[in-house]
Structures are given as C-alpha cells and as structure tokens.
C-alpha cells in the first residue's frame, strides 16, 4: 500500500499509481489521505479517509469512513 501524495482525489491516483513508494506495510493516513493498494494479481484499488471518531477520544463509537475506487489489473 502506498500513500498517494500529492493526489486529491481516486481516479487520478489509480491513474498514477506507479508513482508511489509501496515499499512499506504500515501508513498512517490522515482524513482526506489516499491510500492506493495493490494486491498480488496486480489489482487496484484507492481508498480516501472522510472521517475518523475514537471512543479513546470523545465518540461514542469507534468508526472509519471512507471513499473507495476499485481497479482491475493493470
């Protein structure tokens, strides 16, 4: 998985995601991050963080929202 800097929205990061470092299996995106993955057939997908809440921080729950683009292989 890489982080897609630079990138504001899905389709032109799957667009350009030969561009990014996916040399390490841990990232630590922040709301309004993509996060591009690629799997070992080769196939795409982008995901972009829309919101967070922490029941260690102030929610009631602990939740992950996010956009998400997937792409067949490359």
Do not use: C, M
């Not at 996916?22 to 995901?47: E, F, K, M």
């Amino acid at each position: 998985l890489a982080l897609a800097k630079g990138e504001s929205s899905l389709e032109p990061a799957l667009a350009h995601a030969d561009r990014f470092d996916y040399t390490s299996r841990v990232r630590s995106p922040q709301i309004g991050a993509i996060v591009v993955w690629r799997n070992t057939n080769a196939w795409l997908a982008a995901t972009q963080v829309v919101g967070i809440k922490d029941d260690t921080r102030g929610s009631a729950t602990d939740e992950l929202v996010f956009d998400y683009l997937v792409l067949g292989s490359q």
